[in-house]
């Protein structure tokens, strides 16, 4: 079965640089989320989409952007970077108006800010 | 934010021997959920309940969504080294602002010795 794709895997970017991150939900799938894991960490909530349109934020900072396209795949901007954005960036797809409740993770991009 | 309390933090057993794990919050969900995630990779789902009471199986992992709807408990049975990981309680609200969000507990870090 298909699953979440996320692009890229690993990302390395100095300070003050930006990164954008890519997420392709299972097909069919009409919800998005993103969540930020750091070391140690549970995964925590930033922000969702359901249907192109921002429909929940968390604890994302204000230097963070994202949005989802026609095609339900989603990008996660994120610029200034700073040392503390190094964690693993999971993305979460869910098919909302199909009825469903379960949320299921891509592999993640490891991104490390140096 | 909702704090998921997840115990235990870690557990050491030996193979063939069964696990329990719990979680508790001071918050009402409609959706518990059970994770596990292995090291570098994104949280692969297990279980998911719905509706207060309710006995799930899935192979040798059994999960109750409590009465209350604030707990939750995983039980995996005859455990083997491969369910080495982080296994995660997540709650989730389905009504109002934090629709759909998933709240995570803490983990609890298996090791299964041969």
């Known amino acids: 079965a298909a699953g979440v794709i996320q692009s890229p895997r690993h990302l390395i970017k100095e300070k003050r640089e930006t990164a954008t991150l890519k997420c392709y939900p299972i097909p069919r799938h009409d919800t998005v989320y993103w969540y930020q894991q750091g070391p140690g960490q549970d995964p925590q909530f930033l922000i969702s989409f359901y249907e192109k349109m921002q429909s929940d934020k968390g604890s994302i900072p204000d230097r963070f952007s994202a949005q989802q396209f026609s095609d339900y795949h989603s990008e996660l901007n994120m610029s200034s970077l700073e040392l503390g954005d190094s964690a693993l960036y999971f993305c979460a797809s869910r098919a909302r108006t199909q009825g469903y409740y379960e949320q299921y993770f891509g592999p993640g991009t490891r991104l490390t800010v140096t | 934010g909702q704090q998921l309390n997840q115990s235990p933090q870690s557990m050491f057993i030996q193979e063939g021997e069964d696990v329990s794990m719990n979680c508790t919050s001071s918050s009402i969900f409609n959706t518990w959920l059970w994770y596990k995630q292995e090291p570098g990779e994104g949280p692969v789902l297990l279980i998911a309940?719905?509706?207060?009471?309710e006995l799930t199986s899935n192979g040798r992992l059994t999960a109750q969504f409590g009465i209350t709807r604030k707990d939750s408990f995983l039980n995996i049975s005859a455990s083997i080294p491969s369910d080495v990981g982080i296994y995660f309680c997540a709650g989730q609200q389905v009504r109002g602002s934090t629709l759909g969000r998933l709240y995570f507990g803490r983990g609890t870090q298996l090791t299964v010795w041969p």
């Open positions: 309940l719905y509706k207060a009471g």
